[in-house]
């Protein structure tokens, strides 16, 4: 799930890039995915909760 989650995110930078590239207001979606991608990084590189560092974003959820 972490390697899905690297794929993932990377590609959605790469590709809002390019989206900002051609029309710039798409440049806002950053402040929705940047702290998105933030939190899912942070819990990649975590060492207390297995869940967390397995499944970025998702672990978070299931540990409420």
């Given amino acids: ?15 809002l890039l390019g989206w900002t590239w051609f ?4 440049g806002l979606g950053f402040l929705l ?3 998105l991608l933030i939190r899912g990084y942070v819990d990649m590189f975590q060492r207390r909760k297995a869940v967390r560092r397995n499944f970025p974003l998702i672990g978070n959820f299931a540990l409420n």
């Fill in 1 to 15: 799930m972490r390697k899905i989650f690297v794929i993932v995110s990377s590609a959605l930078m790469v590709g």
């Fill in 33 to 35: 995915l940047g702290p």
């Fill in 23 to 26: 029309w710039a207001p798409a």
